[in-house]
């Protein structure tokens, strides 16, 4: 595991190179792992893997130890994390031999807050994710050609309609790839079983969707994944995987 600046190699294949509609169609009746093979021989090293190490995220981790062992997975550290999510990264990358590259914020947890406020989480939580985890990620976003995550469509109503490949961006930026968009719950949980890939030691603790400690409570029954996360608050996603409404953040820093 290493904190580094990833530099990729240029390939030309971007949304232009592919016919989406088609691709779409024809990549929503394959398997995870051939959706995934096929990001993985298209993009090549131009594709970029970010993975929260969160709830569900073993299934992604898994498949991707076995179609794209050489390629890093890329963890944004934003400072705010549950220590039990570090704890659950560091034995995923043992028990599946990953590569993993670590991105931090440009501030310390202790100087951004010293200069935004203790509350920053509550009062601008689009400003907070947008410091701590767009801003890090946005030179290696700038130079992928695709861009795998791990959104599935039952995880809650605003990722209901994740196609598997999207346009990011206007066309400037990757294609998001999202192998696993079509599995359930149900299906992401026998997989993990099955695989012998343990789960996320907050899971238990009814944790469905993990992010940054101070913005992440546990659900309650019937309640969708998601909603454990900014409760209270209109936002629902932290602007990784909302093209239409991008997080704030200052590329040199706050």
Same mark, same amino acid.
């Given at each position: ?28 009746? +394959? ?74 914020? +440009? ?94 030691? +907050? ?52």
């Amino acid at each position: 595991m290493a904190s580094v600046a990833r530099s990729f190699a240029t390939p030309a294949a971007r949304a232009h190179d592919l016919d989406l509609a088609t691709e779409n169609a024809r990549l929503e009746l +394959l398997s995870p792992e051939a959706r995934l093979a096929f990001a993985v021989e298209h993009f090549g090293s131009g594709l970029l893997f970010t993975s929260s190490f969160g709830a569900g995220s073993g299934v992604l981790l898994h498949l991707w130890s076995k179609v794209a062992r050489e390629l890093p997975v890329v963890f944004i550290d934003t400072g705010f994390l549950f220590a039990e999510t570090l704890a659950y990264r560091d034995l995923l990358i043992d028990k599946l031999g990953l590569k993993v590259d670590v991105l931090k914020p +440009l501030a310390l947890k202790s100087d951004f807050l010293a200069v935004h406020g203790d509350d920053i989480m509550k009062r601008d939580p689009d400003f907070c994710c947008g410091q701590n985890k767009l801003a890090p990620l946005a030179p290696l976003k700038a130079q992928a050609t695709g861009w795998v995550s791990g959104l599935r469509r039952d995880q809650g109503e605003s990722r209901a309609n994740t196609p598997i490949l999207l346009v990011s961006d206007g066309g400037a930026g990757p294609v998001k790839v999202h192998p696993i968009a079509t599995m359930t719950a149900t299906e992401a949980d026998a997989y993990m079983a099955a695989n012998g890939v343990p789960e996320h030691p +907050l899971r238990a603790r009814r944790y469905l969707s993990i992010g940054c400690e101070p913005c992440t409570r546990a659900v309650a029954d019937g309640e969708d994944e998601r909603a454990g996360r900014w409760a209270g608050n209109a936002k629902t996603e932290c602007g990784l995987h909302s093209p239409n409404r991008p997080a704030k953040f200052r590329p040199t820093g706050p």
